[in-house]
DNA sequence: CTACTTGTCAATATGATTATTACAAGTTTG
DNA sequence: CAAACTTGTAATAATCATATTGACAAGTAG
């Protein structure tokens, strides 16, 4: 089991748009090119993070751009745009039909879910803890070190 | 994207093996009943948890048996038995053919691994924390209250 | 108008997960 | 030993999620 990549990949476009955009349109071509990732899926990557208020995008004209600066994006808000985990469904996978006539069967539930609830919060807490403008920040070093 | 039933279903196991077990023989069927997951998926965990040393079977006898005490087993320890995640590829799916001809393609897996590691470690850490014992025994405390 | 780009649908592959059938091999009971 | 039962495991199928691909309507800019 795996985190969908659609997030890796969300986070290798902002990048992108960090630090071309101002030379370049960033065009969902382009970043097709640059993560390997086919465009429509980098369009539909695009449309969520725009949903939830991340980037700008407008057809034709062509070019994403940042909705909001770097350090008040994080991997949370991400992770939330391109739905990594269902809301309703949550981290873990239930098995689905426990016996109701089983003491335990009837109980399974109830007794895990605030503990797995609590496990999945600790996972998107650490997500809360890192800004893209840290992401993007280290990058661009990387890159000048080159 | 969510972790494998399997997780859930062997602590359902677990549980019942320390409910039931002194009272009857607790078997594949048995459990299979119990948590409406097939009995061959049952065998299959019993077999990855047989492998951690967390449980005992024998061909032919039937019944499964816990192989250390309860407060001596996590859920993590449950979570690398019926592997959740795999080792090498760790929690997230990074999206795979970056392009390296790209400053930010050749580079974002460097900037990220670390902290996605951090991610996964914080989620692993959670796990530790909670024991079997502490699920047996509520679990116990709600069937008595019933 | 033309060239380009996004938004989106539909069809297809690919891969992971779970279910199911089947049977060899071990254990217990009589 | 024979019968009944159980685990271990392989192989196959069914189901579902993920990712790819081609196509085209609609918006934008020159």
Not at 3 to 13: D, E
Not at 47 to 73: C, D, F, M, W
Not at 126 to 144: H, M, N, Q, Y
């Amino acid at each position: 089991m795996q985190i969908t990549s659609k997030f890796t990949t969300a986070v290798h476009i902002l990048t992108c748009i960090d630090v071309f955009g101002e030379q370049m349109r960033v065009t969902s071509e382009f970043l097709s090119g640059s993560t390997g990732v086919n465009a429509v899926i980098i369009r539909n990557v695009l449309a969520q993070l725009r949903s939830a208020g991340i980037v700008n995008t407008r057809q034709g004209s062509g070019g994403a751009h940042l909705a909001k600066p770097l350090n008040e994006i994080t991997l949370y808000d991400v992770y939330l745009a391109v739905e990594c985990v269902d809301n309703d469904e949550g981290l873990f996978h239930f098995h689905e039909n426990p016996n109701a006539r089983c003491p335990v069967g009837r109980n399974i539930h109830k007794v895990m879910d605030n503990r797995l609830s609590a496990v999945q919060a600790a996972m998107e807490n650490e997500l809360k803890s890192v800004s893209l403008s840290e992401i993007v920040a280290d990058t661009k070093r990387i890159i000048s070190e080159e």
